[in-house]
């Protein structure tokens, strides 16, 4: 496998332009089928798309794609993108090409496609591997930042990067609720029959849940979140949720919203759209929590409530690191090393500064944080609260098991 340094190495001295053609090819081949010659793209920004018609995720990021690209060549800007395509017979090919407006390796060339893919390491789609005007590779993740800044990502450049993400910084930092939510001049947001204003929100704790039917996960979580919800409403804190849907339609949406007590903003995919990139949701069930002053608390509600429940709330700094006091004091009542009934070999106990991290409990499948109990034979990971549970109904076997521990961990050290 190819080292990005080895990538950059490799298509320096335009080189790039030369692993556009092939031995008897100098051309690409326009959306209508028009020969452009590969020579032309000399000294431009050059995009490689790496994507197929029968992936969606290529069909959603393609629209996005091309707009941006239309924005930049009205501009004047020296940026051009090349169609490497995986596309399984011409005419998919040709019905894909015709919706983008940049030019494409031929459909023929299948050495040269399979020879890009390689060269850049390509693992999946859809992709844009970004060069500069001198051939040399600049990014790799075209696509994320494509999505997420539009065509204000050209020409890719660190600084350019560097001002993007001051940009967003400083647009974070005057952040209202009514910013996020009113749109065109609606200013509510829908519940079960009846609008809210924003302005009933204003001084809450909101939770942006960002889902979808078509979602599997998103229904596990949603389950979760209404007893939540509903325990924070009947304790009286002020906590509300907003529903973003990503779902493509009506019907979606309205299927996904039943099931939901709180509220939601319309069925409008412009404005999920926009808060989807806002706030950089890279994958759903998302739960984007925004504290009473409008300004983001924290971008891992859905983590918090997996591992704290209703106890997450408010989701502050204050209170996290009030639960961590909780878990340290909690975790002193366990042993160093316990052998769980459901692994073989002996665990050690963890936290997060000593080689515990972020994970996945084996035996309840949800995300774990800080204290565990861990292989370090084979990774295996669950947490504290779940060896115990299963751990209660073996209680004759405890102490047997954890003597017989201990001495594994003498002899493997
Ligand atoms: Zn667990
Ligand atoms: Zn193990």
Redesign the pocket.
């Known amino acids: 496998m190819e080292t990005p340094t080895c990538i950059a190495a490799a298509v320096e001295d335009g080189s790039l332009i030369i692993a556009l053609s092939s031995e008897n090819r100098d051309f690409l081949i326009s959306p209508s089928g028009n020969k452009l010659s590969v020579k032309d793209l000399e000294g431009k920004t050059i995009g490689l798309y790496f994507a197929a018609n029968w992936y969606s995720k290529c069909e959603f990021f393609n629209p996005i794609l091309s707009k941006a690209y239309i924005q930049l060549k009205e501009q004047g800007s020296q940026f051009e993108i090349v169609f490497v395509s995986s596309d399984e017979d011409l005419s998919c090919f040709k019905d894909f090409h015709g919706k983008m407006p940049w030019p494409a390796i031929p459909f023929y060339d299948l050495q040269s496609k399979r020879g890009l893919t390689k060269k850049f390491d390509i693992e999946g789609i859809p992709s844009l591997v970004v060069f500069s005007p001198r051939g040399e590779l600049m990014r790799t993740d075209g696509v994320e930042l494509i999505e997420r800044y539009g065509f204000h990502a050209y020409p890719f450049t660190s600084e350019k990067m560097a001002e993007l993400e001051a940009e967003e910084k400083a647009r974070h930092a005057v952040q209202t609720l009514e910013k996020l939510l009113v749109c065109n001049g609606r200013d509510f947001v829908v519940g079960h029959g009846q609008q809210v204003p924003v302005s009933d929100l204003i001084g809450k704790t909101v939770g942006l849940y960002f889902s979808a039917a078509w979602c599997s996960p998103c229904s596990k979580f949603t389950s979760r979140l209404v007893s939540i919800y509903d325990s924070l409403r009947t304790n009286n804190k002020e906590f509300e949720v907003v529903f973003v849907s990503l779902d493509r339609d009506q019907e979606g949406y309205l299927q996904c919203f039943s099931g939901m007590p709180w509220l939601a903003l319309p069925h409008n995919n412009e404005k999920s759209k926009a808060l989807t990139r806002y706030f950089d949701i890279r994958g759903i069930p998302s739960l984007i929590i925004v504290g009473p002053d409008g300004k983001t608390v924290t971008k891992d509600g859905r983590n918090l409530i997996n591992l704290h429940l209703e106890m997450a709330f408010p989701f502050t700094e204050a209170q996290m690191s009030f639960l961590q006091g909780k878990m340290d004091e909690e975790a002193k009542a366990y042993p160093h090393n316990f052998h769980h009934v459901s692994?073989?070999?002996v665990l050690n106990i963890v936290s997060a500064n000593s080689g515990g991290g972020p994970f996945i409990c084996c035996e309840c499948e949800e995300q774990g944080f800080g204290w565990a109990y861990q292989?370090l034979?084979?990774g295996?990971e669950v947490h504290l609260k779940c060896v115990q549970a299963v751990e209660k109904e073996s209680e004759e076997n405890k102490q047997e098991e954890i003597d017989g521990g201990d001495s594994f961990c003498v002899v493997g050290n």
């Open positions: 692994h073989q070999h292989c034979d084979c295996y």
